[in-house]
């Protein structure tokens, strides 16, 4: 793990240029659909969402989405794919939960993949959830199980070596949701520092309101 923060804004441009990479956000689009009914009344928040790549999954199926994150340079690209699309229930919102930033509004469902383990702190991040989150609402974090550290071979911004289920389950509940599930979202291979490659997995924790 470093301090440093990563430079998102210079990943942007080649973000999605990786199949590996939409493939596995196409996983986890489709484990949050098997959990979570989505309807054309949904308002939805994608926290982290990069350059929109779950966003633009979900978009199809729900009312608006909104995707937060703390890189314009992301942020810029998915503002590129919402005008070649001509969408009007995509939006973006530039905001860093870690520089006091305040998640507004209110959402039927609320998304985030792949972005908790570059969030120094979780639990105020979840009771930013837990007040934006309409009643019956859903939350749904997609994030690597435990990984030894070598899922990143650039540890800038790596704040936790993925997560144990559990114990990531446990602050969920103490933030005020229940109903917690977690399954495995997708699964992939890749090559590991020292030679070899190795399977890592995702996994999609889901919980109400
Ligand atoms: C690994 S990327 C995942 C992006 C997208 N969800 C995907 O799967 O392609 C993590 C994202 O979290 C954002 N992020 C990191 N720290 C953040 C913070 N403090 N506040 C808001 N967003 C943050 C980054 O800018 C980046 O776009």
Same mark, same amino acid.
């Given at each position: 793990m470093n301090g440093e923060k990563r430079n998102f804004d210079k990943a942007a441009a080649?973000?999605?240029?990786?199949?590996?990479?939409?493939?596995?956000?196409?996983?986890? !689009?489709?484990?949050? !659909?098997?959990?979570?009914?989505?309807?054309?009344?949904m308002d939805v928040l994608d926290f982290g969402c990069g350059t929109g790549l779950l966003t633009m999954q979900l978009q199809p199926f729900v009312h608006c989405i909104t995707g937060v994150d703390s890189s314009q340079g992301m942020l810029d690209v998915l503002q590129a794919k919402i005008k070649d699309q001509n969408l009007d229930n995509v939006k973006t919102c530039y905001? *860093?939960?870690?520089?006091?930033?305040? +998640?507004?509004?209110?959402?039927?469902?609320i998304v985030?993949?792949?972005?908790?383990?570059?969030?120094?702190?979780?639990?105020?991040?979840l009771n930013q959830f837990s007040n934006i989150l309409l009643p019956?609402?859903?939350?749904c974090?997609?994030? +690597?199980?435990a990984? *030894?550290?070598q899922f990143h071979e650039n540890k800038d911004g790596v704040f936790h070596s993925g997560f144990d289920r559990e114990k990531l389950a446990g602050l969920i509940r103490?933030?005020?949701? &229940?109903?917690?599930? #977690?399954?495995?979202?997708?699964?992939?291979?890749?090559?590991?520092?020292?030679?070899?490659? &190795?399977?890592?997995?995702?996994? +999609?924790?889901?919980? #109400? &309101?």
């Open positions: 080649s973000w999605d240029a990786k199949p590996e990479r939409v493939r596995l956000v196409k996983d986890i !689009a489709q484990a949050i !659909a098997g959990e979570v009914t989505l309807t054309p009344s905001l *860093d939960i870690e520089k006091n930033g305040v +998640l507004e509004g209110s959402y039927n469902l985030s993949g792949m972005t908790f383990h570059h969030i120094r702190e979780i639990k105020p991040l019956a609402g859903h939350l974090i997609a994030d +690597l199980d990984d *030894d550290g103490e933030a005020g949701f &229940r109903d917690i599930r #977690c399954r495995t979202a997708a699964k992939l291979t890749k090559p590991v520092h020292g030679g070899g490659s &190795r399977e890592f997995t995702v996994f +999609l924790l889901t919980s #109400c &309101r």
